[in-house]
């Protein structure tokens, strides 16, 4: 065919294509990667058939409302979104759905959405799990949208990538590991910043980043209790290894930085080992801890989640003198008044813990010595593991059933009941008159009351005229034709002031219910006595 026997575009044509399209992006197939090259019925249909024209225009109408109904289970994809006009669409989540997201941190040998699997928050909030570990978090904070949490983490072979705000955390390992070489203290101040609640407190969490900050607080404790009661193995703290010179006892152990589980843990037998040991510790240019060896016999772990309590007794069967590395015998012992007290103490330390461990030796002397308290990224060692984590699942829901509370809905009924009456609105603005008239009111009755002090000259002059021996002057040839003072004038107003001030000056003292009978008698003197002065300026 030559090129100028093809068949001219139409619009027919165009709108054709346009459904096809929308057809093949909205397709649940195409979403999840199951193509299938084969038209549809209908598809592609002749150009230049006009009769099949209104059946296409009716097949764009249809389709597009089909295309939604198919692609709003699924929640959203790509290909999805571009039907919808908003590539975005296929990041947001179902907003319909009423449930609050758990956030636990922890590797992935412990399943914890199938312990929280079909509880509830509430009366009718579901939980909603989201397990990853620190390496695999990126955390940002805003103070008015609350924390964003985006997982980056590989599961089945595959990369998943989520992003969601999470309502409650559980923390269930360290954020400080110097094996790995990871600190995810940001991560912390990031979740507190942004105010999510947790289990252990963020606050806790962050304090217990740093072993010897955390052993000042068990200092604090033994202090309090006594030696006797609290028994707290000897340590010696340098900030750098340039301080240390030598110890004075031997053997010793040195604990290099935040030492973790047996890591960066040295026994030291001499003053010659322990410099070597210092040049190994000036590399890693951190804080040095020395501790006496304690030769031990087994150690114990005192744990405490929540109100359950459990002891632990180890027995290393290897020649390690580390008693928590190698093979060793775990027995579960009955927990006395003497642990309580010690875990009792230790859960108290920054605030509360609900999930906390103590680990003490016991010598060959017989003695016990407290070297170590863990938080909540303790492990769970023994035969009732299992107990251990649903006791955590029910701390958990405890926790947040006190942290999360549905909002209540305030009706337009209730609003109008407790907005304020009209009558009190009206009333409002006159209450700064009503004490602006009290004010006028005090100053003139002062004014009233300070008159007579300027009054007494004036009888001094009109006693003047009669000793020079004119005739009285009445009190209407005063008025009429007798030139009066400015002084007269001025007492003559304040009478006239006095006298209009009258019923005034009654009711003031009718609405002052604290005066007394004396004060209202004094007041009415001193006003009889004001007009008699008045009077006898013109008799």
Wanted: proline share 5%; glycine share 6%.
């Amino acid at each position: 065919m030559k090129p100028a026997d093809k068949p001219p575009i139409t619009m027919s044509s165009v709108q054709s294509a346009m459904s096809f399209l929308r057809r093949r992006f909205s397709d649940n197939n195409v979403v999840t990667g199951n193509t299938n090259d084969g038209l549809m019925d209908g598809d592609n249909p002749a150009p230049n058939s006009p009769a099949t024209a209104p059946e296409n225009n009716a097949s764009a109408q249809v389709l597009p409302h089909r295309s939604r109904t198919q692609t709003a289970p699924s929640g959203g994809g790509f290909f999805a979104s571009l039907t919808s006009g908003n590539p975005l669409a296929a990041l947001k989540s179902d907003s319909g759905e009423v449930n609050k997201i758990l956030l636990v941190i922890d590797d992935q040998h412990t399943n914890w959405a199938r312990y929280f699997k079909g509880k509830k928050i509430c009366g009718d909030l579901n939980i909603r799990v989201e397990q990853a570990e620190f390496s695999e978090l990126s955390v940002s904070s805003n103070s008015v949208d609350g924390v964003t949490v985006d997982i980056n983490a590989i599961r089945n072979g595959s990369r998943v990538i989520r992003s969601f705000t999470p309502h409650f955390l559980l923390v269930r390992q360290a954020a400080k590991s110097m094996g790995e070489e990871k600190d995810f203290g940001n991560l912390i101040i990031g979740f507190k910043h942004g105010g999510v609640p947790a289990v252990n407190s963020l606050h806790s969490q962050y304090n217990f980043m740093d072993k010897p900050w955390t052993f000042a607080q068990l200092i604090r404790i033994q202090k309090k209790l006594g030696k006797e009661k609290f028994p707290l193995v000897h340590q010696i703290y340098y900030p750098s290894a340039k301080q240390m010179l030598t110890s004075p006892v031997f053997p010793v152990v040195i604990k290099i930085g935040h030492a973790h589980r047996g890591m960066a843990k040295f026994k030291v037998h001499d003053h010659y080992e322990f410099q070597d040991v210092v040049g190994v510790a000036a590399m890693a240019s951190t804080y040095v801890v020395v501790e006496q060896f304690v030769d031990t016999l087994y150690d114990l772990r005192i744990q405490k989640i929540g109100g359950d309590y459990k002891a632990y007794k180890r027995v290393s069967v290897s020649k390690n003198w580390k008693s928590n590395r190698g093979s060793a015998m775990l027995e579960e012992i009955a927990i006395n008044e003497r642990h309580k007290l010690w875990v009792d103490a230790c859960s108290d330390m920054f605030g509360g813990i609900d999930i906390v461990g103590v680990k003490v030796l016991h010598g060959k002397d017989g003695k016990d010595y407290i070297t170590e308290v863990t938080d909540c990224s303790m492990m769970l060692i023994g035969e009732r593991q299992e107990e251990d984590r649903r006791i955590i699942v029910d701390l958990v829901m405890q926790r947040m059933q006190a942290c999360i509370r549905p909002t209540k809905k305030i009706s337009r009924e209730e609003m109008t009941n407790t907005a304020p009456s009209p009558v009190h609105v009206k009333n409002a603005p006159n209450k700064p008159e009503q004490q602006q008239q009290h004010q006028q009111h005090q100053q003139q009755q002062q004014k009233t009351i300070n008159v007579p002090r300027t009054a007494p000259p004036m009888p001094l002059q009109m006693s003047q005229h009669h000793a020079d021996g004119s005739k009285p002057i009445s009190t209407a040839t005063t008025h009429q034709s007798a030139p009066v003072s400015p002084s007269a004038i001025e007492a003559h107003s304040r009478k006239q002031i006095g006298e209009l001030n009258q019923g005034e000056v009654k009711e003031m003292r009718r609405g002052f219910s604290s005066a007394t009978v004396s004060d209202d008698e004094s007041k009415a003197e001193k006003i009889r006595s004001l007009r008699q002065s008045f009077v006898n300026l013109f008799e």
